[in-house]
């Protein structure tokens, strides 16, 4: 047995190491305690790459995103799955409806879960291929319409990530358009009558010369998760997690959540509504296989980063 981070791994067989470990992690600890917990060993997580988790306001409907293969390896494709939870169990995985044909990843609910954000490369009717951000009305029988391409300036020639949403419907997602900080930025885009305005970068205490990618975001948007890679404090060169808080309208320098990385990559992170768990995707090593949906306690990271970020110390 080794220890990577703050999550145990087993070398064992892999359905046999996820199941042995999601029962260690909580031997160990209580919901309430900031160890992260895999998220349904077998069924959800599974020896596959998934990624990517949103979870509908009640809870009960999931959608993430997973392809076969190696993490890091390979050219197959990402398809956007659904589950839902019944009874306290929750179902099988299914292909979403609008998912299965193209490359789609990073699927986002908003908050009246109305509409289905996630990312493309599938056709448009510009002739853009870079991966997009796609938006999918729920029509009146529940199902999903026919996904639309949002249009510039949200959408660029450039490459787009993980779009989020906030209670306002403000948007926020990452882009490798030029103008930014970095190899990679995040930004915000308010929710206007028609559409959405200019995409705002968020600034230097978020965005650095290195890259930023995808990001979770609360309700209220004013506590900010996102993965950076190549930091200097990060455990991994990949990916780290850090969080920021918006305070008197400014976001505070980004800290490190050192209790939830790993060596590999630890990514894709997203904040129920109520602020109670936090889940994201990561690897063991950067030698991993898959990557694996994980959640934790939020509060208490919350309540203790908060004091960091507010502290002269930090």
């Not at 490459?159 to 403000?170: L, V």
């Amino acid at each position: 047995m080794e220890r990577t981070g703050k999550i145990i791994f087993v070398k064992l067989g892999v359905g046999a190491m996820l199941l042995l470990q999601n029962a260690l992690l909580l031997a160990q600890a209580p919901q309430d305690a900031t160890v992260p917990v895999l998220f349904e060993p077998g069924l959800i997580s599974t020896a596959q790459v998934e990624t990517s988790s949103t979870f509908s306001r009640d809870g009960k409907e999931l959608y993430f995103a997973r392809r076969p293969g190696k993490w890091g390896q390979g050219k197959s494709s990402s398809f956007i799955y659904r589950s839902v939870k019944q009874n306290g169990s929750w179902s099988p995985p299914e292909l979403a409806s609008f998912s299965g044909t193209y490359n789609d990843g990073a699927p986002h609910l908003s908050q009246d879960g109305n509409q289905l954000y996630f990312i493309s490369s599938r056709p448009s009717d510009t002739g853009e291929t870079s991966a997009d951000i796609w938006i999918t009305q729920r029509e009146a029988d529940g199902n999903w319409g026919t996904p639309r391409r949002l249009p510039s300036p949200i959408n660029s020639s450039f490459t787009e990530y993980s779009p989020r949403t906030d209670a306002q419907g403000n948007l926020y997602f990452a882009s490798t358009r030029p103008g930014g900080y970095g190899q990679g930025d995040l930004y915000m885009a308010k929710r206007v009558t028609e559409g959405f305005g200019m995409p705002i970068n968020l600034g230097p205490a978020i965005n650095s010369q290195l890259g930023e990618w995808n990001l979770g975001i609360n309700r209220s948007g004013d506590i900010l998760v996102f993965e950076a890679s190549q930091r200097a404090e990060n455990l991994s060169s990949y990916g780290d997690l850090y969080i920021s808080f918006k305070i008197e309208g400014q976001w505070t320098p980004a800290l490190n959540l050192k209790e939830l990385n790993t060596t590999g990559s630890n990514l894709y992170p997203y904040m129920t509504p109520d602020g109670g768990r936090l889940y994201f995707t990561s690897s063991a090593t950067l030698e991993s296989t898959d990557t694996n949906i994980f959640s934790v306690a939020f509060k208490p990271l919350v309540s203790q980063y908060r004091k960091r970020a507010t502290s002269k110390g930090q």
